[in-house]
Structure formats: C-alpha cells, structure tokens
C-alpha cells in the first residue's frame, strides 16, 4: 500500500510545542507515530507560517512542509486534494496528536482498503487516537462541494464538508468495542488541562488505544486537571422572582463586583487554566450592573477566555446589543472552542401566562430580546427553558416555535438543588451507572464577595472552598480534589449523596 500521512499544523497552541514525555513535544511524537501508519511513504506537515523546524529537530527531514500564514476550510481541501496524488490513501490527522496509533490506524485502513471507501473514521475513542483516511479524489471533491467558502479550519474540516452531502459517499467507521464518548476527552496538546491530562495518562501507562478504556474506568482521578468552566456572580439584584430558582428565597444580596476586582479575577482565571468559559452571572441579572459593558469587554480582550451570558433578557438596551455584537466580531479568535461571546436567554415558557406564573412580568421585553440577539449572534445565541412536571405542552410548543424562528434550544432539566425546592423533575434523566460529577471534575462557582462554594447546588455556605478574592486559585481548586477523589471510589457524602446534576455538563 503507498500511502500518505498529512499532519494539519495550522493553528498549533503553544501547548504543542511544550516536551511533554520522553524529552519531545506532541509535534514531534505525532510526525513519528504518522511516520509508522502502515504504507505511509510520505509525511506533509501543514503548517501556519513561524513554525520553525527547530522545534521539531527530532523529526527534521522525515516531513515535507507546506507554510501558510492562513488556513481555510477550502485551502485546506486543495491542498489535501494536490498531496495525495498517486497515493492509493491519506491519513488525515492534526499535528497536536502525540498518541495516534499505527495499530489503529492500520485496521481503519484495512477496512477502507477492503471496503473501497471514500472516507473513514474511527468511532467510540477519545479523539486523538486515530487519523481520518480519504481516498485519492475525495478531498477534490469536497472542495468543489465547499465551494468559495472561506470558513476556518476546525477538527472536524474534513467531515463536516462531507454532511453536506452525506449520501453521495462510501464512509466505513472502526468502532471501539467499549464506547468512551461519556468521558469528553480530546488526548491532545491543545491547552493546559489537556497537557496536563496527556501527561499523566502517559504516566500511567496509556500509549495508544490499546487499554486506554481500562485506564479511563479503573483511573477516574486522573481527569480532573484545571477548572475549565467559571460560573461568576457580579451582580446581586435580579427582576425576577423565578418560581425554581432558590436565590430569591433566600433573599436577593445587594451592590455588584466591583470592576477592577472582576478584571484581577480574569488574570488569575487565564493564569491558572489557561483556556476557560466565564459564565455570567451565577446569580443576579448581569444587564443590572452599571458597568457590564466593561465586563464583557474585559473577558472579549483576553483571547484565552470565552464569555457567555445567562439573562432573562430584561434591562438590554439595543443600541447596546449592536455595539457589544461589533466589537464581538472583531476580537480575536479564542483558544478554546468556542466564539468570544455567547447568549443564553431564560424564557421557560411559550405561553405568556405560563411565563408570568414562572418567571413574573417581563414576556414581550424578553422574547423581543432574545430574537435580537438570534439576529446579532445567529451561531451563538440560545433561547432556555426548564421542563417541568405538568408544563409538557407549553414546552413542545416553545420548542417547536424557536426551532422554525431559526433558534438554538436548550431544554435544562429541573434541579431542585438537592431538595431544597419541590421536586418537580418531569422525569427521570439520571444516568443507570453514576459516575463522578462534571462539575466537582471542571467547574468553579464565584459567588459576589468572591466565595467558592463546593458546588452551585451548596448554598448553605457549609462547604466553602475559599474565597477567590484572597487566595490563590491553585489552593482553592486543590481543596476540592478530596470530594471528586471521593466519588472516584465511589462515596457520596453531604449534598452531593442525594444530588442528580452531576451528570450535566456546561460550556
């Protein structure tokens, strides 16, 4: 088999360049696991312009590069479409891989081969194990499919041009024996807490796919590296009285963080994670503080962060709503996955007096706010509702209604906040086996005076991690490692015995 190996470097994080294990940074690691893909004759590093070789001295000579200072969807496609001539197939994998697998790779290819593919995948591992492969002609193809579009290259280029017309193609998938898309993993060298993931995973003896479903299931601690996920409260008032929300029952705080403290918050935030999503505001109502602009712009000026907002959609001026869409647009890109702003706006009702009962006053200013951001942000702004017990017909009607708007929906499950509301849960959606939480794994909740409860659900204040405002973030997020470690073996102690969240995952 004569085979071609193409490594997609084009927006590498410094994380990449960063010796990991055995003295070598992932660059170098994937360029040497590609050069081992049965058949490959030939390796093409795609690489953005600044890529000097010196960091890849290990690898010097074995790869063929190809410099752009831009690389798009449609860039990408011709380049892939010229390598692989006279090829019989081409891996396809990004450079900041340092666990691909040959062994993987080698029996996606059989199938490919065996099945007269135009295109394969592996299925049911985390990402990062194995390549993609596509037959001499496919990548033509689906430039011509892409068009003149100019969109940026993601890690799912190659297959999200290929839903475009899905039917026209041969796709054969390897599927993992054991189904590990429950963990949320992306073994590559993207980010601090995947950095930190790979390596310790690497400690523990994981060098490919084989084993790596026993080491996720017998090593659960091993996941939990940086919190990724900032659940921040700045503002103390909110216009509403929600009928399942549990912070106006316990009696709304006054005032609002203080600008320079919320801006000091963000340079700890971005030097301890790294990449991480600031979710406005915990509690409270962020379009109620009198220098919100300023907050938003101070998370949008730290490419490292992603902002996204929960509101009611009340108190938003449009005026104001166009210039922070603006100024969105023209930052720069962020290091995590997602856009520099995002919108989620709580309706939770369709039906104007199911709304009133829920929520309070406030229907039209709401909905008209949420389709003016549907406008401004049309990839990145949600319409939310709770389901409820006893509200299944106002829901299928929300939904319904927003879905032919051209909406994003986010049906939330109810939380009762481990009893301290009534439970009206419509159902069940607990998963049969428990595994440890999402948010002790990944998040950080910041209360107003800077408090770091446990968890959202810890509103007593019983169980305080620190207060982000005076000390370090390193301590706090140690202070709860003994309560994940906990529901590693697994223990389920205090609030967390009787909770059903943590099976949710944000941002």
Not at 69 to 75: D, E, F, L
Not at 110 to 128: K, N, Q
Not at 133 to 154: N, R
Not at 380 to 406: C, H, M, N, P
Request: glycine share 8%.
């Amino acid at each position: 088999m004569n085979a071609l190996a193409v490594l997609y470097g084009g927006s590498l994080s410094e994380a990449a360049l960063e010796n990991i294990f055995s003295g070598k940074n992932a660059l170098e690691h994937a360029l040497e696991r590609a050069g081992a893909f049965p058949g490959v004759q030939k390796i093409v590093l795609l690489a953005g312009e600044g890529l000097e070789h010196e960091k890849v001295s290990a690898a010097r000579g074995c790869f063929t590069g190809i410099f752009r200072p831009v690389w798009t969807k449609k860039s990408l496609l011709d380049t892939l479409a010229d390598v692989s001539q006279g090829f019989d197939l081409t891996y396809y994998a990004w450079a900041d891989c340092p666990l691909l697998d040959p062994v993987l790779a080698g029996a996606i290819g059989e199938r490919h081969v065996r099945y007269g593919a135009e295109y394969s995948y592996a299925d049911g591992w985390p990402y990062g194990l194995a390549p993609e492969i596509l037959s001499p002609g496919t990548a033509g193809i689906l430039s011509k499919i892409l068009g003149d579009a100019d969109e940026p290259v993601d890690r799912d280029a190659v297959f999200s041009v290929i839903q475009r017309d899905i039917n026209s193609f041969d796709i054969e998938t390897e599927i993992s024996p054991v189904d590990m898309r429950q963990y949320r993993l992306s073994l590559t060298a993207d980010s601090k807490q995947n950095l930190l993931l790979l390596t310790r995973l690497v400690e523990a003896g994981l060098s490919g796919a084989t084993g790596v479903e026993t080491i996720l299931a017998e090593r659960p601690e091993l996941l939990r590296t940086l919190p990724s996920f900032y659940a921040i409260q700045v503002s103390g008032p909110c216009p509403q009285h929600c009928e399942f929300c549990p912070y106006p029952r316990q009696g709304f705080q006054e005032g609002f963080m203080e600008t320079r403290r919320f801006e000091s918050l963000l340079d700890k935030i971005a030097d301890f994670s790294g990449d991480a999503v600031i979710d406005l505001s915990l509690w409270g109502e962020l379009s109620l503080h009198p220098d919100k602009e300023a907050l938003i712009r101070l998370v949008l000026e730290r490419p490292s962060l992603s902002l996204v907002i929960e509101t009611s959609g009340l108190g938003w001026k449009p005026e104001g709503l166009a210039a922070l869409a603006a100024e969105a647009a023209g930052t720069k890109k962020r290091t995590t996955s997602m856009a520099p702003l995002s919108w989620i706006v709580s309706l939770d009702a369709q039906d104007p007096e199911q709304y009133r009962k829920i929520r309070g006053p406030g229907y039209t200013e709401a909905v008209e706010c949420a389709k003016r951001l549907i406008t401004l942000f049309p990839k990145d702004a949600y319409v939310q509702a709770v389901r409820l017990k006893g509200s299944e017909d106002d829901i299928e009607q929300f939904y319904r209604t927003w879905k032919k708007a051209g909406a994003q929906i986010i049906i939330q499950k109810y939380d009762s906040f481990c009893g301290f509301l009534p439970d009206l849960r419509a159902s069940d959606l607990s998963p049969l086996q428990r595994r440890p939480c999402w948010h002790l794994m990944r998040d950080l909740v910041i209360t107003l005076d800077g408090t770091v409860p446990l968890c959202r659900e810890e509103l007593s204040g019983g169980r305080s991690l620190g207060n982000a405002f005076r000390d370090p973030l390193e301590l706090i997020w140690a202070r709860g490692e003994k309560f994940y470690q906990e529901q590693c073996v697994p223990e389920y102690s205090g609030l967390c015995a009787g909770c059903d969240e943590y099976y949710t995952y944000n941002f």
